[in-house]
């Protein structure tokens, strides 16, 4: 009897070697094979070696009576629970299958029944088996660990002729039908950065994880659909970024948008040819946006008027607006500084202008009133700071530069720009004038 696995009462590990009652299978007992013994013949046979062994015993024949005494420990013991474990098996064979037929085509029941097809005779026989039960669905674990439980009262010729073959059968059913569902999900995934890294993975776990599943040539045909799937992501994203970058808005926003179209890490996923026509409509935009933005920038500061508030909104706003800008745009930004720094010394010789003249009686202060700077006749200053009042002198050189003395801190070096005095280390501007 050729049983893959022992039965359970010889007290063996359930995943062990087989360790045969019978071997091979077809050991005859009496004139019949033992695999088609009945409970009737164990019966039978037992009550006419009983009384063999009595008669046996009537006449002292001790050795007869020893042997058929264990002939019949055999066939009524072990070869009798045998054979009602083998009955039991079938049954749960017989129970289960309907089950295991009507599994969903999954790559979970897939790789069970792949699994359980090639089951062979060794130690680890049953781990990949066990594996793939721990992957199913609940409901379905229930009939496939009743039929592997089931093994191991069954011999191997009905293993493979039933177990085997059944497993076989739904193998060659499922595998199309689970390949193509696979092929279909691949198709579904949209069309995202997201997506992209995804079917990465997915590339992966078919070319190091599905061999015990899908045939080569089903994962050829999974591989070139993760494939076309890529392009095609690729080129969707590619289009829908070149088409935000062309529609992006004649803004100094627009600069830090597109370099977020053109994230390198984005661009090394698509197809290298998309990532070629993303970066080439964003120079291109790039471009048309400067010159855009360098006209409208001239318009703008044509149009503000020639006073101090211009030039605070030049100085405290629009240049350092400008600096802040992606470093994308560095190459162009020397050209919008140039356009402010005409207009400002434009508006700053107006006012300069405006602003000619005697210091004598004008009055300077810093924001908040924090100091103040009296220019009291044409040599003396008064300055002012922290409460604290000191006179001193001041004279204007022929380069425009005033030199104040105020002992005993000695002298500052102050330009005139505009209502403003600058070079005290803080900002002065005019609030009076004779």
Same mark, same amino acid.
């Given at each position: ?108 029941? /897939? ?115 993760? !494939? ?73 500061? !044509? ?45 700053? !010789? ?52 005033? /030199? ?23 900002? /002065? ?6």
């Amino acid at each position: 009897m050729n049983a893959l696995w022992a039965p359970n009462q010889l007290g063996r590990p359930r995943n062990s070697l087989p360790q045969h009652l019978f071997a091979p299978a077809t050991v005859r007992l009496f004139g019949k094979p033992a695999l088609s013994w009945s409970q009737d013949d164990v019966k039978a046979t037992t009550a006419a070696i009983v009384a063999c062994r009595q008669e046996a015993g009537r006449e002292r024949r001790r050795d007869d009576s020893q042997l058929l005494n264990n002939v019949g420990s055999v066939i009524s013991g072990r070869l009798g629970r045998y054979l009602a474990n083998l009955a039991e098996a079938r049954k749960q064979i017989d129970a289960a299958k309907p089950a295991l037929d009507a599994m969903t085509p999954s790559i979970p029941t /897939l790789r069970f029944n792949a699994a359980l097809s090639t089951l062979g005779a060794n130690p680890q026989a049953l781990d990949p088996v066990n594996r793939a039960i721990n992957a199913l669905p609940r409901d379905q674990q229930a009939p496939a660990r009743a039929t592997v439980n089931a093994l191991r009262s069954l011999p191997e010729d009905v293993i493979e002729s039933t177990v085997k073959a059944a497993a076989s059968a739904r193998v060659a059913a499922m595998r199309p039908a689970v390949r193509d569902g696979v092929i279909a999900e691949i198709g579904a995934t949209p069309a995202t950065a997201q997506a992209l890294a995804g079917l990465d993975r997915t590339a992966q776990t078919l070319r190091t994880g599905t061999a015990d599943v899908f045939t080569e040539t089903d994962r050829a045909a999974i591989g070139k659909a993760v !494939a076309d799937r890529r392009t095609a992501i690729g080129e969707e994203i590619a289009a829908a970024l070149i088409d935000q970058i062309e529609k992006a808005p004649d803004s100094p926003q627009s600069f830090a948008a597109l370099d977020r179209h053109v994230d390198e890490r984005l661009l090394r996923q698509l197809p290298p040819a998309e990532a070629s026509k993303v970066r080439a409509a964003a120079t291109e935009r790039r471009k048309t946006l400067t010159d855009a933005l360098l006209k409208a920038l001239q318009a703008d500061l !044509a149009a503000q008027p020639e006073t101090d508030e211009t030039l605070d909104q030049i100085d405290g706003t629009l240049i350092p607006a400008i600096q802040r800008w992606p470093v994308s745009i560095n190459t162009e930004k020397p050209r919008f500084l140039e356009i402010v720094k005409a207009r400002r010394d434009a508006i700053l !010789a107006t006012i300069n202008r405006a602003e000619a003249g005697s210091l004598r009686g004008r009055v300077y202060e810093a924001p908040g009133g924090m100091a103040k700077l009296e220019f009291v006749d044409r040599r003396r200053v008064v300055f002012t700071r922290g409460g604290e009042a000191k006179a001193g002198t001041y004279e204007e050189d022929s380069n425009g530069r005033i /030199l104040v003395t105020i002992p005993p801190d000695g002298t500052t070096v102050l330009t005139r720009e505009g209502t403003r005095l600058t070079g005290a280390g803080f900002p /002065l501007r005019r609030v009076k004038a004779d």
